[in-house]
Nanobody, 120 residues
């Protein structure tokens, strides 16, 4: 019904940058919020950043000052600009959205994830 597709992951050296994208498509009317979460090997999935309509973005303490979340409502796309990347940022990054569907229902949905590896 609603799909989220992440892109932009890859291998980068410590101190480098990456920009992730999350594009929403399907039977949706609007997006209330879009979040980024990540899951490192052997660890639980954790919150990274959030953009909510009409509110200020929110970040995990571990990424404040390095990551910036933004959204293009016309494209139904969210972005995560990641600067000064560290090896501990290595994880699969997932997009998570709260969406109003054409059926009039709000749903939460996950993307399939994109791998980010930070290594020298």
């Amino acid at each position: 019904q609603v799909q989220l597709v992440e892109s932009g992951g890859g291998l980068v050296q410590p101190g480098g940058s990456l920009r992730l994208s999350c594009a929403a498509s399907g039977r949706l009317i609007s997006i209330n919020s879009m979040e980024w979460h990540r899951q490192a090997p052997g660890k639980q999935r954790e919150f990274v950043a959030r953009t909510i309509s009409g509110d200020s973005p929110d970040y995990a303490d571990s990424v404040k000052g390095r990551f910036t979340v933004s959204r293009d409502n016309a494209k139904n796309t969210a972005y995560l600009q990641m600067n000064n990347l560290k090896p501990e940022d290595t994880a699969v990054y997932f997009c998570y959205a709260h969406v109003l569907t054409v059926n009039g229902a709000y749903i939460y949905t996950w993307g399939q994830g994109t791998q980010v590896a930070v290594s020298s």
